[in-house]
């Protein structure tokens, strides 16, 4: 049983390494090899998911693995999972072997992209289930070569620039989060516990202060501070998300869908394993900023993707909006908003791949994404008529991201409602604003691209084929299912969830 | 007096060695008329000078500290390992040498010669414990270096960097000197061992003395390792130099004063009191201002050689956070550092002297579409760069983090803070060379010569380190923990 979390992490890494033996040009081999490594990982999650105990709240220690790794520093390799990063690891298991499908089409150096493919699931699962924060952090810094990589030599014209932009981004973030955490280390004692995740939560240090050129910080917020901006910048939280577009853009399709539908989640991750568990005062005390910051990523990322000519800048900047409501969940700081915030982070994972990924299919039809070209032309019309199978899969995950009852957007998005709305009343009328913004930018979109006249260039697209319509059948299925019945997602967090509420919830003034 | 003298000089052996095989060489390579062999014998003959010089190293680490000839020189294992390291670095600088189209032929014995010279005077002043072989170990180290830096007879920009480099020395050289003496005035001693007493019973006038004193003194070794403001020397003195000759720059003199530092700040700041506070507040704005003004003027650089220049005195600065904290946390920090450091630098040096062999020259546009021609070279070139940049799991990350431990395990945040943000502005320029190789077509479709086997060896025997010392580093940790407590 321990051993299913090493093989989760290690199994994408193994197949990236066959990868690396495969001869030359046998790209149909490396594509193959590559689905049955994901699939076989996405089977494994599954029989984590079967053997998962609702009733545990916190680590299921059933799967834990501990093994000391560097002993001068107390730092262990230490995997553990609970109700919250299980959804997470489902989502990834789950997006990782859609990509595969989707990349079957990529031809320049396929060995080199799916091995780099494999190596950032390999790190995206490390992030997810460590529970030493020295391996958290290798992992979590660890996912940014691959993705430096899969931007800058499979994107788009201007990708150099993305890809430089999203390395040193995260890369500045992360290293504010470095010094949290050996500060971490040495105001534990920098014993034997002074890396481990569990042992440093429950707000050990509200009284700790800390001299910096004379003025004295309290030791909990200033580091809170710290590892917010650090997570912050992965979500992305406004005004951190300015190297969000330009990855999006320039990424392949794939990477756009493992960059929204799983690295953003990340960044949420940390503050539900990391910054709120760890510093519960400075988090409660810092609740209605982190609810307004929420509250401006839900608007302006709304406003924004209702500029947009580009539809795939129009997707990536809903994700920016959609994060927000995230945040707006954690900042309840409620049962309901907590619950609603990690199960948004999986609908939005879904749905927003599914955009992606649509958007992709498109693309390698038309070669251009424009809604509106520059000098004012339509880019497309009458998809809908044109291409009806993917149509009616648009209309699907466009009315999942927009959050209309009957698909998985909506409960979730209700959820943080509830858990927010008694806290921060207005913030909570003001989002939902952000949520009628977003109906119309989607629709407006919509109406521009698959209604009206058949533009000539479309008439020659031919509608999703066998390959395409089987990867997006897992996501219209989730995005469907979880819309009605949520409950299977919901009982997995819902211990979990509520510990980390209860510990909040004794730091609320 | 004579066994004892015997016995000092079984702890000198290495040194011995290495200065007898400096010896050694020079008559080998008068015997010989031809040029061709004489090289060769000597190529071979420096080699294994060399490796039993690590052997016997290693050996000495066993021993703990000693000091020597009365009290001139400590041997202990913290000046043991820097030796190691430098050692090493003197190997691959000879190999790098060796194969480098920038030391001329006719001139390779006395490369190799000169180097091993230069490595007697470094080592002599990792494990200085008095003033004057401190100064002496200084000067040894230089001399031979003002000759290594214009090696390249005709060039200009050599002849220029040799000049540069003779001012620079000679007047730190002498500010340090001039430091000393008063130095001496004020304590009546040039020694090490025993001074703590004598500091903590001081006035407040001899102090005001001292502290303007140990300033001067700084600069000497600031010289050394090329920290701001004693910089200005290094980029060019780094260009204009023979390839080889600057990877040996980047690693042995920078060490040899790391170590010098570290132990003078151990011997004399230890305990706290206006000196210490004087002392380490300008090592900590010097630590400060190397990071910054490093990591920035290495951005616009278009030459590789000038851009390593400037990163290597950024990762002065860096290991100057080892030094400011006065600990042994520090010290084993900056022995870390140094070990990563060392193999960084040369698999860095390796491919650039490489690259800039078939091109003649080293700007960043010769690195474009290397991935393609290269493939193993380039995927190396991005482990060191990354490495270099402190991304985990590399071991460039892993020196930085012991650093970072040690500089806010005594609660320095704002240096440490510096430490971060400036690595990512390392990681900019450092991205530039991999974006190159990777991202960008060739310049042109000639096909190159290959990369021999034995290149490909090398370069694997220097990058596999970086990897593996990035995730199984413990029993790196043991060592460099061992070595790090300084005792007086």
């Known amino acids: 049983m321990s051993g299913l979390l090493n093989w989760i992490l290690w199994l994408p890494l193994i197949t990236a390494l066959i990868l690396l033996f495969t001869p030359k040009g046998k790209d149909n081999l490396v594509r193959w090899i590559s689905l049955v490594g994901t699939f076989l990982t996405f089977l494994l999650t599954i029989v984590l998911y079967m053997k998962f105990d609702t009733t545990v709240p916190g680590m299921q220690p059933a799967f834990n693995v501990s093994v000391p790794w560097i002993e001068s520093f107390h730092i262990f390799y230490k995997l553990g999972v609970d109700g919250i990063s299980m959804p997470m690891i489902l989502l990834t298991s789950l997006l990782f072997f859609i990509c595969i499908l989707s990349s079957w089409t990529i031809t320049k150096s396929t060995k080199g992209y799916f091995a780099l493919l494999l190596m950032l699931e390999a790190s995206v699962f490390g992030v997810f289930l460590s529970l030493d924060f020295f391996l958290f952090y290798v992992f979590w810094e660890v996912m940014l070569i691959p993705m430096f990589f899969l931007i800058g030599i499979w994107g788009g014209e201007n990708k150099e620039y993305a890809a430089v932009k999203f390395f040193l981004y995260t890369f500045f973030g992360s290293i504010l989060m470095l010094v949290g955490i050996i500060a971490l280390y040495y105001v534990s004692g920098a014993t034997t516990n002074s890396f481990d995740i569990l042992h440093l939560q429950g707000g050990k240090w509200i009284n700790e202060t800390i001299s910096i050129f004379g003025h004295n910080f309290s030791f909990a917020n200033l580091f809170f501070v710290f590892m917010f901006i650090g997570f912050a910048i992965k979500v992305p939280v406004f005004p951190f998300h300015t190297w969000l577009p330009h990855a999006h853009v320039q990424a392949p399709t794939a990477v756009s869908v493992i960059l929204a539908g799983v690295l953003l989640k990340m960044g949420t991750y940390g503050f539900l394993r990391i910054s709120f568990p760890i510093f519960p005062q400075a988090a409660v005390s810092f609740s209605t900023c982190i609810a307004w910051l929420g509250l401006i990523n839900v608007i302006y990322g709304a406003l924004c993707a209702m500029a947009q000519t580009d539809v795939k800048k129009l997707i990536a900047y809903s994700s920016v909006s959609h994060m927000g409501f995230v945040m707006l969940g954690l900042a309840a700081m409620t049962v309901q908003g907590t619950n609603g915030a990690v199960l948004q982070m999986f609908n939005h994972g879904t749905s927003t791949a599914m955009m992606f990924l649509l958007v992709g299919i498109l693309y390698e039809r038309s070669h251009h994404r424009w809604i509106v070209r520059p000098d004012g032309s339509r880019g497309f019309g009458g998809l809908y008529t044109q291409l009806p199978k993917f149509s009616i899969v648009f209309i699907i995950g466009m009315f999942a991201s927009m959050g209309l009852p009957g698909l998985s957007g909506f409960i979730s998005e209700a959820l943080i409602f509830l858990g927010i709305f008694q806290k921060f009343t207005t913030i909570t009328v003001l989002a939902v604003v952000g949520l009628l913004i977003g109906a119309a930018y989607l629709l407006w979109m919509f109406k521009r691209m698959f209604f009206g006249d058949v533009i000539e260039e479309c008439k020659s697209y031919t509608d999703m084929n066998a390959r395409e319509i089987f990867y997006m059948i897992p996501l219209c299925v989730a995005v469907i299912v979880f819309g009605i019945w949520p409950s299977p997602i919901l009982n997995i967090m819902k211990a979990s969830v509520g510990k980390l509420v209860s510990l909040l919830a004794g730091f609320e003034a | ?488």
């Not at chain 2, 080699?47 to 020597?68: D, E, K």
């Not at chain 2, 001081?202 to 303007?212: D, G, N």
């Not at chain 2, 701001?228 to 004063?257: C, N, Q, R």
């Not at chain 2, 650089?301 to 005195?313: D, E, F, N, T, W």
């Open chain 2, 1 to 488: 007096m004579g066994i004892n003298y015997l016995a000092n000089l079984a702890l000198y052996i290495p040194e011995l060695i290495a200065i007898v095989t400096m010896m050694g060489l020079l008559f080998l390579e008068a015997t010989y008329k031809q040029d061709e062999k004489a090289h060769k014998y000597v190529f071979i003959g420096s080699l294994i000078g060399m490796v039993v010089c690590l052997v016997s190293l290693i050996l000495n680490m066993q021993i703990a500290a000693t000091p020597a000839f009365t009290n001139a020189v400590m041997i202990d294992p913290f000046s043991t390992m820097v030796k190691i390291i430098m050692t090493l670095g003197t190997i691959g600088a000879i190999y790098i040498g060796h194969s480098s189209k920038d030391v001329y032929q006719g001139l390779k014995s006395e490369f190799y010669i000169l180097v091993i010279g230069a490595l007697v005077g470094g080592m002599l002043l990792a494990s200085a414990n008095n003033m004057l072989t401190l100064y002496l170990g200084v000067e040894t180290l230089s001399i031979i270096s003002y000759v290594l830096a214009s090696f390249k007879k005709n060039d200009d920009r050599s002849a220029e960097s040799g000049l540069k480099y003779v001012l620079y020395g000679g007047i730190s050289a002498g500010i340090m000197l001039f430091g000393m003496s008063h130095i001496y005035g004020v304590l009546g001693t040039i020694q090490f061992t025993g001074v703590l007493p004598k500091l903590a019973s001081l006035s407040s006038m001899e102090i005001a003395i001292l502290m303007p004193a140990f300033l001067l003194f700084f600069a000497g070794l600031g010289y050394k390792i090329a920290c701001v403001p004693f910089h200005m020397w290094s980029p060019d003195v780094y260009e204009g130099a023979p390839l080889p000759v600057t990877a040996f720059f980047a690693i042995v003199p920078k060490l040899a004063g790391m170590a010098a530092l570290v132990r003078v700040s151990m011997v004399f700041f230890s305990n706290e009191g206006m000196l210490q506070y004087g002392w380490l507040g300008t090592l900590q704005v010097v630590a400060a201002l190397t990071m910054i003004v490093g990591n920035v003027a290495a951005i616009n650089q278009r030459s590789v050689k000038r851009m390593l220049a400037y990163s290597s005195i950024g990762h002065a600065g860096v290991m100057l956070l080892g030094v400011v904290v006065v600990d042994a946390i520090g010290a084993r920090a900056i022995l870390f550092y140094g070990v990563t450091y060392l193999f960084m630098t040369l698999g860095a040096f390796y491919i650039t002297s490489f690259v800039s062999d078939k091109y003649d020259n080293d700007h960043f546009d010769r690195f474009s579409g290397l991935l393609k021609r290269y493939p193993l070279m380039s995927i190396m070139m991005c482990i060191v760069m990354f490495s270099l940049a402190g991304v985990p799991p590399l071991a460039g990350f892993v020196a930085k983090f012991n650093i970072l431990t040690a500089a806010i395990n005594k609660q320095f945040y704002t240096l440490a803070v510096i430490a971060g943000v400036t690595s990512v502005i390392s990681l900019y320029y450092y991205l530039k060379i991999v974006r190159l190789m990777v991202f960008k077509e060739a310049e042109s479709d000639e096909k190159i010569e290959g990369f021999g086997f034995l290149n490909q060896l090398i370069i694997i025997g220097v990058t596999v380190p970086v990897v593996f010392l990035g995730i199984f580093w413990e029993k790196l940790m043991i060592i460099v923990n061992g070595a790090s407590i300084l005792t007086q």
